[in-house]
């Protein structure tokens, strides 16, 4: 499916707790780059460790990632509890903070899976809907990036990886990116003060996660900066050249594009290293052949085709091959390493 190219640069979700016989024909034939897990994937460690090996046994071994920022966003509350969220541990300082990563990470390792989507380095601000769901870390660009480096420390103690989130800040945004497209209309001054954080972090995590959001100084006020070549090169001019990745396609924010297969081939098009397709599993194949057709027809989309599956997937090789460089924890140090996160973050 996949001829010329060692992957697809998709992160895919997969339907439930197990890899039946015709979803693993469909990987290995498609070949994503990655598997996001969600809480429909999970049920017990034993499992999701069974789930993660037979996802390693792929050729090429896929990058398997979650979400786990923690509060409202944790795809691990059946197996450990609640985590605090980023603004209570933020609000608790950076031992909580440090705590809060560091739970993750062993949470992660401990399961298998090589990158936690996290930190939101996103800007509290009153009308922002990610400060109100508990998600920011600080309202200030230098707390921000603190606090975020010290989240990543707590997840690269485990060997886990993390991930910049949501380019180039959806900290001022008021609505939900699931349910619709926002716009965001400050000049390059305004701007400047939520990218700092991006700018800050982009070397020492090298992955960063491009939002649904129109944002026209950056030089697009019709499509969202996901899908805009001029955004997504800004993106691409950050410190270290980060891998980039769309958020997930199929939000609500993207309805007035199209069907998924059009969403992929518009992300890659614009310079995305990666794609996120969280639900249509039985829409794989399709987006496969459909990336296909692109790159024989047009020399240009096959460039940045090609671009994005080395780029991507030589990120997938290097976080594989550090998987194993830390002991696993067992399941009783994470449970210790949750509660310790829970304690850190209670106000004093």
């Given at each position: 499916?996949?001829?010329?190219?060692?992957?697809?640069?998709?992160?895919?979700?997969i339907p439930g707790p197990e890899l039946d016989d015709d979803q693993r024909r469909v990987l290995e034939s498609v070949r994503p780059?990655?598997?996001?897990?969600?809480?429909?994937?999970?049920?017990?460690?034993?499992?999701?460790?069974?789930?993660?090996?037979?996802?390693?046994?792929?050729?090429?071994?896929?990058?398997?990632?979650?979400?786990?920022?923690?509060?409202?966003?944790?795809?691990?509350?059946?197996?450990?509890?609640?985590?605090?969220?980023?603004?209570?541990?933020?609000?608790?300082?950076?031992?909580?903070?440090?705590?809060?990563?560091?739970?993750?990470?062993?949470?992660?390792?401990?399961?298998?899976?090589?990158?936690?989507?996290?930190?939101?380095?996103?800007?509290?601000?009153?009308e922002g809907l990610l400060a109100r769901q508990g998600r920011t870390l600080s309202d200030d660009p230098e707390r921000a990036v603190?606090?975020?480096?010290?989240?990543?420390?707590?997840?690269?103690?485990?060997?886990?990886?993390?991930?910049?989130?949501?380019?180039?800040?959806?900290?001022?945004?008021?609505?939900?990116?699931?349910?619709?497209?926002?716009?965001?209309?400050?000049?390059?001054?305004?701007?400047?003060?939520?990218?700092?954080?991006?700018?800050?972090?982009?070397?020492?995590?090298?992955?960063?996660?491009?939002?649904?959001?129109?944002?026209?100084?950056?030089?697009?006020?019709?499509?969202?900066?996901?899908?805009?070549?001029?955004?997504?090169?800004?993106?691409?001019?950050?410190?270290?050249?980060?891998?980039?990745?769309?958020?997930?396609?199929?939000?609500?924010?993207?309805?007035?594009?199209?069907?998924?297969?059009?969403?992929?081939?518009?992300?890659?098009?614009?310079?995305?290293?990666?794609?996120?397709?969280?639900?249509?599993?039985?829409?794989?194949?399709?987006?496969?052949?459909?990336?296909?057709?692109?790159?024989?027809?047009?020399?240009?989309?096959?460039?940045?085709?090609?671009?994005?599956?080395?780029?991507?997937?030589?990120?997938?090789?290097?976080?594989?091959?550090?998987?194993?460089?830390?002991?696993?924890?067992?399941?009783?140090?994470?449970?210790?390493?949750?509660?310790?996160?829970?304690?850190?973050?209670?106000?004093?």
């Open positions: 499916m996949t001829p010329g190219w060692e992957c697809l640069p998709l992160i895919a979700g780059a990655g598997i996001i897990l969600f809480g429909r994937n999970v049920v017990t460690p034993d499992q999701v460790r069974e789930l993660t090996a037979a996802l390693d046994e792929l050729e090429p071994q896929p990058v398997i990632c979650i979400d786990l920022e923690g509060g409202a966003v944790n795809r691990l509350a059946g197996l450990w509890g609640n985590l605090p969220s980023p603004s209570r541990a933020a609000a608790a300082g950076r031992r909580a903070v440090r705590a809060l990563g560091e739970a993750a990470g062993a949470a992660c390792c401990a399961l298998g899976i090589h990158l936690d989507l996290a930190p939101a380095v996103d800007l509290e601000t009153p603190t606090l975020g480096a010290v989240f990543g420390e707590g997840l690269s103690s485990w060997c886990v990886a993390g991930c910049l989130k949501h380019f180039p800040g959806l900290g001022a945004v008021p609505v939900d990116t699931h349910e619709e497209l926002p716009v965001l209309g400050m000049d390059d001054a305004g701007l400047a003060v939520h990218l700092a954080p991006f700018e800050a972090l982009s070397e020492s995590f090298q992955l960063v996660m491009m939002a649904h959001v129109v944002v026209p100084v950056l030089g697009d006020g019709e499509r969202p900066v996901s899908l805009a070549s001029a955004a997504v090169r800004r993106a691409a001019e950050l410190p270290g050249s980060p891998v980039l990745l769309s958020d997930d396609l199929e939000m609500g924010a993207l309805d007035a594009v199209g069907g998924i297969e059009d969403r992929v081939v518009a992300a890659i098009a614009a310079g995305n290293h990666g794609v996120i397709v969280s639900k249509q599993f039985d829409r794989l194949e399709s987006i496969a052949g459909r990336l296909q057709a692109e790159a024989a027809e047009n020399p240009r989309f096959r460039q940045s085709l090609e671009n994005a599956v080395t780029r991507l997937g030589t990120y997938q090789s290097s976080l594989c091959r550090a998987s194993g460089a830390v002991p696993v924890p067992g399941d009783a140090t994470v449970a210790q390493l949750w509660e310790q996160a829970r304690r850190e973050a209670e106000p004093r």
